[in-house]
Structure formats: C-alpha cells, structure tokens
C-alpha cells in the first residue's frame, strides 16, 4: 500500500489549495478514505472522510463549508478541496486508509 500526498503550500488567509493523495498497491474503489492533519505540537485530527463511492462524506466541525472532500476511483486518487483557510488550518496533511498513513503534505496560512 502507498499512499502519496501532494499540493500542499504557502498560502495567504481566506485563499485555496487542493491537496491531493495518490493511492496503489490496494483496490482503491473499495475502501474509505480519510485525510486527518497535525499542528505543531497538537495530536492528529481527523478533518474528512469519504466512502468508498464517495456517496458518503464527513467533515470536522472546524471545517465544515470550507473543506470538500471527493475522490475519483478512476485515478486511484482522493482530493481535498480546501477554501477559505485560517491560520489554524495550518498544519501537515495525511492522507489514511486501508490501515497506512502517506508521508503528508504541509499547508501553511499565512499573510
């Protein structure tokens, strides 16, 4: 199982990035997936989650409106749309499922 996050950035507050995560080695289509994140000196939380046909999604309170998750089982990949963003969305993305974690990807808000 590999999972490969991408998209992450420097990005000004109330702007946009689209994270990214590639997945292979598992049959993607049937299995949920996750994104959870990690501040500096917090535990990891949990941000989204989406079914494996994506007809189910979920989203932490703190960002409900703002974040979208989706996926395309075509491409073996699982996206999350991220509008605007707060200084306290900073923090490294990981992108989860099938019981294996990605490498992350940072997304900083700053001005």
């Known amino acids: 199982v590999q999972l490969v996050e991408s998209g992450g950035g420097l990005v000004q507050p109330g702007g946009s990035l689209r994270l990214s995560c590639a997945a292979s080695?598992?049959?993607?289509?049937?299995?949920?997936m996750r994104w959870y994140r990690q501040a500096p000196g917090k535990g990891r939380e949990l941000v989204a989650f989406i079914s494996s046909t994506g007809s189910s999604t979920r989203y932490a309170d703190s960002v409900k409106g703002r974040f979208t998750i989706s996926r395309d089982n075509a491409k073996d990949t699982v996206y999350l749309q991220m509008n605007s963003l707060k200084p306290e969305d900073t923090a490294v993305y990981f992108c989860?499922?099938?019981?294996?974690w990605g490498r992350g990807t940072q997304v900083t808000v700053s001005s």
């Open positions: 989860y499922g099938l019981n294996s």
């Open positions: 080695g598992f049959t993607f289509s049937i299995y949920e």
